[in-house]
């Protein structure tokens, strides 16, 4: 049985890559090059600037970090836009149950995201009082595959590292949770994820049962 877990947000507990995905897509058309799903796999769990740095690579095109912060606001502006309107019936299926079953068996959870707007979204989705900590992208130094947000995570939560169990649906992610020695379950295709402890298609499938196999 875990004594914490900690949880990534996008992917796992809401699906906002939808929305991530449009404001990209509407800054690629901009520029002039297009932007598909397949090349939005590649900014999941990565940061504001390191995602905007892949999309002009992908688009072969070359801009000053003056232009780069406009460019990354613009994008952030409609994201923030676009998900004013999310509510609780957003939250992916079986999230609700499992973190009901952690607060019966009295087990601390925290949040750790890349995202600058993890507060907010927990807000609009009603989640924001039930964790017990939250670590996001503005309390981090270092970006995921980095351990940091998980450690620091850990450490909110005063519990050792290999006792934490974490929820990743992105590369990035698994690779941050194993580096910070935790026990990492894959929350998507196991063809895609690598490296992950144990995979699950969605948080239905979960149990405290199954973690302490
Ligand atoms: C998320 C998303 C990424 C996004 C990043 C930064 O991380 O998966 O696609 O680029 O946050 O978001 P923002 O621009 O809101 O700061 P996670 O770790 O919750 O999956
Ligand atoms: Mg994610």
Not at 30 to 47: C, M
Not at 142 to 161: I, Q, R, T, W, Y
Not at 197 to 210: A, F, G, K, P, V
Request: hydrophobic content about 40%; charged content about 25%.
């Amino acid at each position: 049985k875990p004594k914490a877990v900690l949880f990534d947000l996008d992917g796992v507990i809401v699906d906002t890559a939808k929305h991530h995905f449009q404001a990209w897509k509407q800054l690629a058309n901009e520029l002039g090059f297009s932007f598909t799903e397949q090349d939005n796999e590649r900014l999941k769990g990565v940061s504001r600037m390191d995602s905007l740095n892949i999309l002009l690579e992908i688009g072969q095109v070359t801009k000053s970090q003056s232009e780069k912060e406009e460019l990354a606001a613009r994008k952030n502006e409609r994201y923030v836009q676009s998900i004013s309107t999310m509510d609780e019936s957003e939250i992916l299926p079986g999230v609700i149950s499992f973190l009901e079953e952690l607060n019966e068996n009295h087990i601390p959870f925290a949040l750790g995201s890349a995202s600058k707007n993890a507060p907010r979204i927990l807000k609009k989705i009603g989640l924001y009082d039930q964790f017990h900590a939250i670590i996001d992208g503005n309390s981090i130094a270092n970006a995921k595959p980095d351990p940091e947000v998980f450690l620091k995570g850990a450490e909110a939560l005063s519990v050792n590292s290999k006792d934490c169990v974490v929820f990743e649906d992105a590369q990035s992610g698994i690779e941050a949770g194993k580096a910070a020695g935790m026990y990492v379950v894959g929350v998507g295709d196991s063809a895609i994820l690598k490296g992950a402890n144990d995979y699950i298609q969605s948080m239905e499938e979960m149990s405290l049962n199954r973690l302490s196999k």
